[in-house]
């Protein structure tokens, strides 16, 4: 696996002997199995199913986790019945980095589920997001959601940070943290597969929020316009928003490479998917981490909202939007969009009222956060494409309402990869990029019908 510290080693040798004293009655494991089932998280709950994922490890001499293939089963059982949780999903293909899918649910229950490889229940790591008390994973039972009314009119993908070109995963500042690595470069195998999965769940659209290069060099963007251009059609299939990676740089051979392959710079995008409006926003800083807007994109978006002020809109953007925002992640309030510009930006949304989500990437991490004004406007920054969770977000619109779902993508390669980079930041990653359940999975009622 490369880069598990001590630490990490002691709590999967304490898990060792849970996951043993855990074993079902009867099993290998009752003897002695030196599997560990470790880093359960459910990972997706919908309306009518959940997402599961965990990891088997075993132990070398030296106390050291390595990867170890077992099979993959979940019983389950509504939370409000007396019988005992039963084989619902059983894959007897072996793997180290385990993805059960459920579905067949019914919307707005509670089940109750046990996680297993080779008869061992798999146990969440001690992060808060999965092992506080009130966690899923922590209490065994899940609710499945309560989709809002009347028809499903539109599934849309929403995703960022790709860092097409990147080589190393994790630093922060001047190689701080330790990062990781991969070969092939982790890019290229997340971007592949995150195409596949949300052409497998039937996504009509799928918005990229910035960042979909390293450093926006020519070959960056080139490499990753012509994997996405395989894939779809730009403006059809896949719409783009520049993130601060990928402002210009002023190379050689481009002054703005990424420009040249996408968009030019600060430009707002207007993009219809029926009567749902989608507008792009180019929230990139001439060379800064922050962001901002400048003021004929501005007045743009101005005279956008103003003309049709009711109409259903989702804006996105790179830099996420609100105080809260700033103060919780780990760059500080200088790493969003600026505040005067954020303020701006808030006040057009309450004379907009068709505006209903903002998304936006950035910060690598899954969550909502509160607006600065009263406008009722989701702000969803959604995890990074490139590394753990590793996914992308389902955006499910309906004529009363929407729901989100995070959902991590499911190759060989993404899972594996999501496994190693779970350890990022000294293995704090979950407590920071994971998100709650609710930020990764919520329904909200509104009024949509004009759709």
Same mark, same amino acid.
């Given at each position: 696996m490369g880069c598990c510290g001590a630490s990490r080693r002691t709590v999967l040798a304490a898990a060792a002997g849970a996951a043993l004293a855990a074993a079902i009655p009867g099993s290998g494991a009752a003897q002695f199995d030196p599997l560990i089932a470790f880093d359960l998280e459910i990972v997706t709950v919908t309306d009518r199913g959940a997402v599961l994922t965990w990891t088997t490890f075993g132990l070398d001499p030296a106390g050291r986790p390595f990867p170890v293939p077992a099979d993959t089963e979940v019983r389950l059982a509504p939370a409000d019945s007396p019988r005992e949780?039963?084989?619902?999903?059983?894959?007897?293909?072996?793997?180290?980095?385990?993805?059960?899918?459920?579905?067949?649910?019914?919307?707005?229950?509670? #089940?109750?589920?046990? @996680?297993?490889?080779? %008869?061992?229940?798999? *146990? &969440?790591?001690?992060? $808060? /997001?999965?092992?506080?008390? +009130?966690?899923?994973?922590?209490?065994?039972?899940?609710?499945?959601?309560?989709?809002?009314?009347?028809?499903?009119?539109?599934?849309?993908?929403?995703?960022?940070?790709?860092?097409?070109?990147?080589?190393?995963?994790?630093?922060?500042?001047?190689?701080?943290?330790?990062?990781?690595?991969?070969?092939?470069?982790?890019?290229?195998?997340?971007?592949?597969?995150?195409?596949?999965?949300?052409?497998?769940?039937?996504?009509?659209?799928?918005l990229?929020?910035?960042?979909?290069?390293?450093?926006?060099?020519?070959?960056?963007?080139?490499?990753?316009?012509?994997?996405?251009?395989?894939?779809?059609?730009?403006?059809?299939?896949?719409?783009?928003?520049?993130?601060?990676?990928?402002?210009?740089?002023? #190379?050689?051979?481009? @002054?703005?490479?990424? %420009?040249?392959?996408? *968009? &030019?710079?600060?430009? $707002? /995008?207007?993009?219809?998917? +029926?009567?749902?409006?989608?507008?792009?926003?180019?929230?990139?800083?001439?060379?800064?981490?922050?962001?901002?807007?400048?003021?004929?994109?501005?007045?743009?978006?101005?005279?956008?909202?103003?003309?049709?002020?009711?109409?259903?809109?989702?804006?996105?953007?790179?830099?996420?939007?609100?105080?809260?925002?700033?103060?919780?992640?780990?760059?500080?309030?200088?790493?969003?969009?600026?505040?005067?510009?954020?303020?701006?930006?808030?006040s057009l949304y309450q004379q907009a009222p068709g505006v209903f989500l903002h998304h936006s990437g950035h910060t690598h991490r899954t969550r909502r956060t509160r607006p600065d004004l009263p406008c009722a406007v989701e702000f969803l920054e959604v995890g990074a494409v490139k590394e753990y969770p590793g996914g992308y977000c389902l955006l499910h619109v309906y004529e009363g309402g929407y729901r989100v779902n995070f959902h991590k993508t499911r190759s060989e390669d993404a899972r594996r990869w999501s496994s190693l980079t779970r350890g990022q930041y000294f293995g704090t990653a979950p407590d920071y990029l994971l998100g709650t359940i609710e930020d990764r999975n919520h329904a909200v009622t509104r009024d949509l019908s004009g759709l």
């Open positions: 949780p039963f084989t619902v999903y059983h894959d007897d293909s072996r793997t180290p980095f385990h993805y059960a899918e459920i579905d067949d649910l019914e919307p707005g229950r509670p #089940y109750r589920f046990q @996680a297993l490889s080779n %008869g061992i229940r798999a *146990l &969440p790591a001690p992060a $808060l /997001t999965t092992a506080a008390p +009130g966690a899923p994973e922590a209490r065994g039972e899940f609710t499945t959601l309560t989709p809002p009314p009347g028809r499903l009119l539109h599934t849309i993908a929403l995703a960022n940070d790709v860092h097409y070109g990147e080589t190393v995963s994790g630093i922060v500042i001047a190689g701080f943290p330790p990062g990781y690595q991969s070969d092939p470069p982790y890019p290229r195998f997340m971007l592949d597969g995150l195409l596949a999965d949300i052409s497998a769940r039937d996504a009509s659209l799928l990229l929020a910035g960042d979909l290069t390293n450093e926006a060099t020519a070959d960056e963007s080139r490499a990753v316009r012509q994997r996405l251009d395989a894939w779809g059609t730009l403006g059809t299939d896949y719409l783009v928003a520049r993130g601060n990676h990928d402002r210009p740089h002023d #190379y050689p051979d481009c @002054a703005d490479c990424w %420009g040249d392959q996408f *968009l &030019p710079r600060q430009q $707002l /995008t207007e993009h219809h998917l +029926g009567d749902l409006r989608i507008l792009g926003l180019d929230t990139s800083a001439p060379d800064a981490a922050g962001g901002t807007m400048d003021r004929p994109q501005l007045d743009a978006l101005t005279e956008t909202l103003r003309a049709d002020p009711d109409r259903p809109t989702i804006v996105f953007g790179h830099h996420p939007v609100t105080a809260e925002a700033g103060f919780t992640n780990i760059g500080g309030p200088g790493f969003i969009l600026d505040r005067a510009t954020a303020l701006e930006l808030q």
